[in-house]
């Protein structure tokens, strides 16, 4: 039975990952398809260094602020999973193109937004779009290209991720910086536009389609409870600490329990009855999925809330410009970009434990950046930091990409894109948790009238939990199946 199909070419043998994609993929496939990964990753980040410029030109209160980030995080957490089985159904590049041209479209009206309720539609728009494109990047890639190939394309998307993140805020710095037609900060979000366009064009000409076998109808029922749940869990994460965990949150928290085990319910039934449930459940019988997955949530833990209070650090406690602390995040991605595109090479020699290593050279680089960091205090150059953000960056660019190849390397092709939408859940929900944790860290110890000494304090309180992410990253690793070289 083949479970995959594809306009390109015939289908091939049963069982094979990608069942009609040319034998040979164009050199632009890849490079188009991580665009959007790219995209919609930095659109996360960059939005950080526009908030002091755009506070002050829409006269926005604190609430709308914070909206305009928790409004795209929550929006594309939460939609996610339905946006990888859509794909599934409907076909992933059609998906991916249909999100792409909504999030030019949501772009755009961040870019002209004249008050800040507008300006936080957008973004929720931008988050809804994001989560309907982002499912088809993995699934795409693990259909169009095999064997070999697809543990290089893995580790491409690893890298395209992590610039995104770690090169977000540079990019930023450098538009605002820039003033481009006094575009200030709506600049940050009409680039998008052209890069945008350019990403639609060539995937009409070049991507393949590829989708689920059959005619599978969309689990609404299932739909409707996944989306309530992510709500319980992710809405909480993101709005407790603002609000002092007040009992809603916890209410919250039990609701989100309670959603799951009805939707894995859910799912049951349908599976049994020989329906198309949103997420196959089967899926998590495979131990090298779940313990991936695991592993996937408690490495992006470490991520967002890292880049969060090195960026508090630099600009509030150090008084950094934008453009400034985004140059000392290059460092990061110097060690990242070397890492990276050597990952396939070292996850040849050390199998499951490349993963391990790097969060052990992430706990090295943390603990360089904390002991720099206590002995700068609130004086000395910043610059001294540089080699500890390069080691840290390091061990990240090992881990990201075999960690995306570990959770989808024995997935039914037919279910590529559902589980790459639940692996990026997993993505935003470690996200979301570790933005949750590390703020009631540095806020308490930064306490209610900080200066720069705090700052520093709180900082390192911070690296604390950082370092204990990666330790617990290096040890849920060893619960990885090994692989035929036993490593």
Known sequence: MTTETN???PASSPGAPAAATPAVPHRLILPTVLA????????????????????????????????????????????LITGGRLGDLF??????????????????????????????????LQGLAAALLAPQVLALLGTIFTGPARLKVFAGYGLAMGLAAVFGQLIGGLLIEADIAGLDWRACFLVNLPICLLIMALTVKLVPESKAEGKPKLDFL?????????????????????????????????AFAVLLAVFVGVERSIAARGGSPLVNIAMFK?????????????????????????????????????LEAGLLFAAIGAGYMYTSMNATK????????????????????????????????????????????????????LAVAPLASTVLARVNP????????????GLQIGNSIGVAIIGVIFYNALGDHPVASTYAHAFDMGIYFLVGVAAALALLVQALPRTNAGK
């Open 7 to 9: 306009r390109s070419a």
């Open 346 to 397: 070292f996850a040849a020699k050390l199998g499951r434990q490349v993963i391990a290593v790097g969060a052990v050279i992430m706990a090295v680089g943390l603990i360089v950046i904390g002991i720099t960091a206590a002995q700068l205090g609130d004086g000395g150059h910043t610059a001294w930091l540089i080699p500890g953000l390069a080691i840290d960056g390091a061990g990240m660019g």
């Open 414 to 425: 037919q279910y590529a894109g559902s589980a790459s939408g639940v692996l990026t859940t």
């Open 91 to 124: 076909g992933r590049r059609r998906m991916f193109l249909l999100g792409m041209g909504l999030f030019t479209i949501a772009s755009l009206l961040c870019g002209v937004a004249q008050t800040s309720e507008f300006l936080v539609f957008s973004r929720v």
């Open 36 to 79: 959007g990964v790219f995209i919609t990753t930095l659109d996360f980040f960059i939005v950080n260094v526009a908030i002091p410029s755009l506070q002050t030109d829409l006269h926005a209160g604190a609430s709308a602020i914070e909206w305009v980030v928790a409004g795209f995080g929550l929006a594309y957490g939460v939609g």
């Open 286 to 322: 495979d131990r090298a999925f779940v313990v991936g997955l695991g592993c996937q949530l408690v490495f992006w833990m470490g991520q967002a809330s890292f880049f969060l209070v090195l960026a508090l650090y630099m600009q509030a406690g150090r008084g950094l410009s934008a």
């Open 222 to 254: 299932g739909v409707g409870v996944i989306t309530l749940a992510l709500v319980a869990l992710v809405l909480p994460l993101i709005e407790g600490r603002e609000k002092g965990w007040p009992a809603w949150t916890w209410g919250c928290f039990a």
